[in-house]
């Protein structure tokens, strides 16, 4: 009975991993760009998020956040 409770959750384990958005932040106001792959929108318009380059939290007040590949993401950020 242990089997088939392992496959499933396995499967929500590949599911799951598999869900991951990936976005670049660009600053309007110094025009640095950010990866990220989680960031928290504010009432106020600001987004804060963690550097996937740097680690660092950074809160932008005016940015431009775009949704993009996994592909770019991992290029921009040198990650496998």
């Known amino acids: 009975m242990m089997r088939p409770r392992t496959a499933i959750l396995a499967g929500l384990c590949v ?5 991951t958005s990936y976005y670049s932040v ?8 950010y990866y990220t792959t989680d ?3 504010s009432r106020t318009g600001a987004v804060s998020f963690e550097d996937a380059r ?5 809160t932008a007040q005016n940015s431009e956040v775009t949704e993009i590949g996994r ?3 991992r290029r ?5």
């Open 26 to 33: 660009r600053d309007t106001a110094t025009g640095t760009v």
């Open 15 to 19: 599911l799951l991993a598999s869900c």
């Open 54 to 58: 740097t680690g660092s939290s950074i």
């Open 39 to 41: 960031l928290d929108r």
């Open 71 to 73: 592909g770019e993401y």
């Open 76 to 80: 921009a950020t040198g990650t496998r």
